[in-house]
C-alpha cells in the first residue's frame, strides 16, 4: 500500500462543477502539500497546510489530522483547472507523494 | 525575481555519459530540493541541502548520482555514468521555511538516456 493515496485517479467534469480530490496518507506529517502540474509539466504549489483549512480564490483545502486525510476542492470549475494535482506527505523534509489526479474540465 | 532556474531544459545523451543538471534558487531560500519525476514512480525527492550542506541524500538512487551545493545560489546534480532508467525529469526547488514553507519549483530538466 503506497503511503500517500490519491482518489480518484482521473476526473472529467464540466466547466463550473464543483471538484473534490482526495488524499490519504499513512505517513506522520509536519505538513501536507498540493502542488498542480500543468500540462506543460510546470510544477506549481497551491497550498502548504497542517491544520484546519485554507482558501485561495477558488481553491480550498482541508486537512483531518486524526483521520489523515486531506481534500482539494475547486468551486465553479474552469478548462484551465485542467492539470495533474499532486498530494504530498512532508515528514520534516522526507516528502512522499501521491501518484496525482488528473482533472480535465470541460467547456 | 526570476523564480528557480534551471538548465539545461533538455538533455539528450547517450548511455555511459556524465550528465550535470544546474539549478540556481530563488534568492535568500535557505533549503533546495532535487526531486525526480518519472512515469512509473512519479516524484521523488533525491536529496535536500540547508543552507548549502546536503541534509539527506537517501534518496539518492544509487553512487552514480552526487549532488553538491557549493554555494547559496547554485546546486548540481550529476550523473556518472548515466543509464536510459535515469531518463526522467528533474525538478530543483527552492524554499525559506522548509518544512513549514512553500516549495518554489523550477521548469525542470527533461533528460534522456539513449
Known amino acids: 500500500k503506497n503511503e500517500v493515496e490519491q482518489s480518484p485517479q482521473n476526473l472529467t467534469a464540466q466547466e463550473g462543477e464543483f471538484i473534490t480530490i482526495n488524499c490519504s496518507y499513512s505517513v506522520g506529517i509536519s505538513a501536507l502539500h498540493w502542488l498542480q502540474q500543468h500540462p506543460g509539466g510546470g510544477i506549481v504549489s497551491l497550498f502548504m497546510l497542517s491544520s484546519g483549512k485554507k482558501k485561495h480564490g477558488r481553491l480550498i483545502a482541508t486537512i483531518n489530522i486524526q483521520e489523515k486525510h486531506s481534500s482539494l476542492h475547486i468551486t465553479a470549475s474552469h478548462p484551465r483547472d485542467s492539470a495533474v494535482y499532486i498530494c504530498?506527505?512532508?515528514?520534516?523534509?522526507?516528502?512522499?507523494f501521491g501518484a496525482g489526479t488528473r482533472l480535465t474540465v470541460k467547456p | 525575481d526570476a523564480g528557480v532556474i534551471q538548465s539545461p531544459r533538455h538533455e539528450v545523451t547517450e548511455m555511459g555519459q556524465e550528465v550535470t543538471l544546474r539549478c540556481k534558487p530563488i534568492s535568500g531560500h535557505d533549503y533546495l530540493f532535487w526531486y525526480r519525476q518519472t512515469m512509473m514512480r512519479g516524484l521523488e525527492l533525491l536529496i535536500y541541502?540547508?543552507?548549502?550542506?546536503?541534509?539527506?541524500d537517501s534518496g539518492m538512487p544509487e553512487d552514480r548520482f552526487s549532488a553538491k551545493m557549493p554555494n547559496a545560489s547554485f546546486s548540481t546534480l550529476k550523473i556518472q555514468p548515466s543509464e536510459p532508467r535515469d531518463s526522467a525529469v528533474y525538478f530543483c526547488a527552492s524554499s525559506r521555511l522548509a518544512s513549514r514553507g512553500t516549495q518554489y519549483f523550477g521548469p525542470g530538466t527533461r533528460l534522456l538516456v539513449l
Open positions: 504530498a506527505a512532508n515528514n520534516n523534509n522526507d516528502m512522499r
Open positions: 541541502f540547508n543552507n548549502n550542506v546536503p541534509i539527506d
